[in-house]
């Protein structure tokens, strides 16, 4: 095997390769180890929101449009948008599709 190689440093340089593909592999072995016990972990959670919202429609609290309308509502306050400006873009949207 080590005919098909001139010199040392050709030898060195597959030997770097196989390395870093190695290394690549492990990292891809950790990343979907890693992703699959965080996934594993929300799991628990993702079935207490399917049942809040099962809860909510069967006791007719509030309709599934009427969850997502103050899912919606939700993510605004959470990443601060201006309601006011929101509102003036809506507007704006609205009267230039008509």
């Given at each position: 095997?080590?005919?098909?190689?001139?010199?040392?440093?050709e030898?060195?340089?597959?030997?770097?390769?196989?390395?870093?593909?190695k290394?690549?592999?492990?990292?891809?072995?950790?990343?979907?180890?890693?992703?699959?016990?965080?996934?594993?972990?929300?799991?628990?959670?993702?079935?207490?929101?399917?049942?809040?919202?099962?809860?909510?429609?069967?006791?007719?609290?509030?309709?599934?449009?009427?969850?997502?309308?103050?899912?919606?509502?939700?993510?605004?306050?959470?990443?601060?948008?201006?309601?006011?400006?929101?509102?003036?873009?809506?507007?704006?949207?609205?009267?230039?599709?008509?």
């Open positions: 095997m080590l005919s098909m190689f001139n010199n040392k440093d030898i060195v340089m597959v030997a770097e390769e196989l390395d870093c593909e290394d690549q592999m492990q990292h891809m072995k950790e990343y979907i180890e890693s992703l699959r016990a965080i996934e594993d972990e929300m799991e628990p959670l993702k079935e207490q929101k399917r049942d809040l919202r099962k809860e909510y429609d069967e006791n007719g609290w509030l309709n599934k449009d009427e969850q997502r309308l103050a899912v919606r509502a939700y993510r605004l306050l959470k990443d601060e948008v201006d309601l006011g400006e929101l509102i003036d873009m809506y507007e704006a949207l609205k009267g230039s599709a008509k």
